[in-house]
């Protein structure tokens, strides 16, 4: 605490980021990036951009990646607003959208960026209890309120739900905005993008951090009515006019089009998704349903920070959330390649038999 900082940044409660070990060897399943790397075209797209014209500043409205995000999407550019990862769009859409004078509604099981975007903006908002078995209940969100964030698939339980629960949500709720964080809808979840000519209140953020496992570029999107657009942008263009740099826009826009990488790393991802969770399950693991490229589970002799403690030991990393307390038995845990996949169960087939042979009444199952 400096007494030269601003009151607003006392009152800040930062978001704390997944770990990015420094040591080498370890297995990394803690903050959802893609195993397989991006599209050989990206890479390639990047180095022919490495030149000389690093100089001049890019292009401001990124015309080309946004132009090829419409194409894919079957939407217009005006429809599409690109940025320095999705944290920044989402920051732009609490500022441009989800202040006012209501308070916003989130689930109470959320990406846990949204409080503290509201912290910054001092923007107030209201959490809704996901159920008992974690799941988004439409209905608890149909009332009064200054607009409606969530992730879909959720994060971090992986749990979709249908486009149907939302276009029933649209429906009733007009009057503000709408935001869905796709970021893991690739996985298995069902794309709102359809919907944002019938619905202008709505927009959906998507990320290539995941999918198209660029998270060391730093790019997202958004897609909506034209309108909730060019609110986004008066908040960039009034924040950062350059936030995508050269090398940023060429190697998304080389992901983008790239439709065979993108469509072969995911499906292997939901494959080895659909094994881990079966396999944890033979272990007497309790695992949510996911959609997404992790999974949300907790073994019900553990608890969830002792197992993450456990497997570290053996140089897994996964993530655990202490807060809140529904989730705090849970580990979260990134789908990697099978053999990763594969050294991960094999760590905690080890620790059940650890502890059975360390207490002769364990039982499991
Ligand atoms: C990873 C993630 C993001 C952020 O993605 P970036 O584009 O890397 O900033 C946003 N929302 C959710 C739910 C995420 O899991």
Redesign the pocket.
């Known amino acids: 605490m400096s007494r030269y900082w601003s009151a607003v940044t006392r009152k800040l409660t930062p978001y704390v980021p997944g770990e990015q070990p420094k040591e080498a060897g370890l297995i990394k399943l803690n903050t959802?990036e893609n195993p397989y790397g991006p599209s050989p075209r990206v890479i390639e797209a990047v180095h022919v951009q490495a030149n000389e014209t690093l100089r001049l500043y890019p292009d401001p409205d990124s015309a080309a990646l946004k132009s090829a995000i419409g194409a894919h999407y079957g939407v217009a550019s005006e429809c599409v607003f690109v940025g320095n990862?999705?944290?920044e769009i989402?920051a732009h859409a609490f500022h441009a959208l989800l202040k006012q004078d209501q308070p916003i509604l989130l689930p109470d099981i959320s990406?846990s960026f949204y409080p503290v975007y509201c912290g910054l903006y001092g923007i107030d908002y209201a959490t809704v209890p996901l159920t008992d078995d974690f799941q988004i209940r439409v209905d608890d969100y149909i009332r009064p309120n200054g607009g409606i964030i969530f992730?879909n698939p959720n994060?971090p339980t992986g749990c979709p739900l249908p486009l149907a629960q939302i276009e029933r949500l649209l429906q009733a709720n007009t009057e503000s905005v709408v935001v869905i964080?796709e970021?893991?809808v690739d996985f298995g979840g069902e794309s709102a993008v359809s919907l944002i000519h019938r619905y202008p209140q709505l927009l959906v953020v998507h990320?290539l951090?995941?999918s198209r496992a660029l998270?060391g570029l730093?790019v997202?999107f958004a897609i909506g009515d034209a309108e909730l657009i060019t609110g986004l942008t008066r908040v960039k263009d009034s924040f950062n006019s350059y936030p995508l740099g050269r090398l940023a826009q060429v190697g998304a826009l080389a992901a983008i089009q790239d439709q065979v990488y993108f469509d072969l790393t995911r499906q292997h991802i939901i494959v080895s998704r659909e094994k881990l969770t079966a396999d944890l399950m033979a272990l007497g693991f309790v695992v949510l349903p996911s959609a997404a490229n992790f999974i949300f589970a907790r073994h019900p002799q553990f608890q969830g920070e002792q197992l993450a403690a456990m497997l570290r030991e053996r140089h897994i990393i996964v993530r655990h959330f202490r807060q809140p307390h529904r989730i705090a038995p849970f580990l979260r845990i990134t789908v990697g390649t099978d053999s990763q996949c594969q050294a991960l169960v094999d760590a905690f087939a080890a620790i059940l038999q650890g502890a059975t042979a360390a207490t002769p009444s364990f039982r499991t199952g």
């Open positions: 959802n990862g999705s944290d989402l990406y992730a994060a964080d970021a893991y990320t951090s995941k998270a730093r997202g």
